[in-house]
């Protein structure tokens, strides 16, 4: 059975930096696309970053020039590194894999991203 636990939500003050993580477990991680969307109140899922196996990476329009996807096989991990925090920045970040072979998707719990001072 697939699993995607996200970690290392929490407060943190405009300017500063967070660190997500995913690990994935009951998948052959490389066969996944992983990404990190996002999504507050009232507004639809955005989507973040994505990052194939090969380390090809692409990112949304939100975080460009802010953020990093960094991806660990050896590990079943994805990472987002977002600095420059701004107060539209906090939302419930959730964590997606995807089997590039049948699209199949698969979503964490997400995890909640607080900036305020």
């Known amino acids: 059975q697939v699993q995607l636990v996200e970690s290392g939500g929490g407060l943190v003050q405009p300017g500063g930096s967070l660190r997500l993580s995913c690990a994935a477990s009951?998948?052959?991680?490389?066969?996944?696309?992983m990404a990190w969307y996002r999504q507050t109140p009232g507004k639809q899922r955005e989507f973040i970053a994505t990052i194939l196996s090969d380390g090809y990476s692409n990112y949304g329009d939100s975080g460009k020039g802010r953020l990093t996807i960094p991806r660990d096989n050896a590990k079943n991990t994805v990472h987002l590194e977002m600095d420059r925090l701004k107060p539209e920045d906090a939302a419930i970040y959730y964590c997606s894999a995807q089997r590039t072979s049948t699209g199949k998707l698969f979503w964490g719990q997400g995890t909640q991203v607080t900036v305020s001072s």
């Open positions: 009951g998948v052959f991680f490389n066969a996944y696309a």
